[in-house]
């Protein structure tokens, strides 16, 4: 039997749009892929200068956002995989947040 190989080349992004509910990323193939922020929870409780105050990483692999410590590939994006982060890891970052934003 015969196994015919398929070779997927994940497109790049090469722009996105935040809202207060969704993800928006346009890809070098033309499509646009939205998604529900709720799937990034530091994006869902950042800011909306923190949110857009971002960068493409690896030539368009990926969105870059340093304030909130965030990244998200396009690989991800495209196969619809949500944030891997775990409860303990956001909840740590939420309770750091929380702590730096009351001491200014």
């Known amino acids: 039997m015969n196994t015919l190989a ?3 080349q994940v497109p790049k992004a090469q722009g996105l749009t935040i809202t207060e509910d969704t993800l928006s990323v346009d ?7 939205s998604v529900p922020l709720a ?3 530091r994006l869902l409780h950042a800011t909306n200068e923190e949110r857009n105050n971002w960068r493409l990483i690896g030539s368009g692999h990926g969105i870059h956002w340093e304030y909130i410590d965030e990244d998200i ?12 982060e775990s409860q303990i890891s ?11 934003i009351s001491s200014h």
């Open 6 to 8: 398929v070779e997927i």
């Open 39 to 41: 799937w990034f929870p």
């Open 73 to 84: 590939s396009i690989e991800g994006l495209v196969a619809g995989r949500p944030s891997g």
């Open 27 to 33: 890809l070098t193939d033309g499509r646009t892929i």
């Open 90 to 100: 956001f909840k740590k970052w939420l309770t750091r947040r929380q702590k730096n």
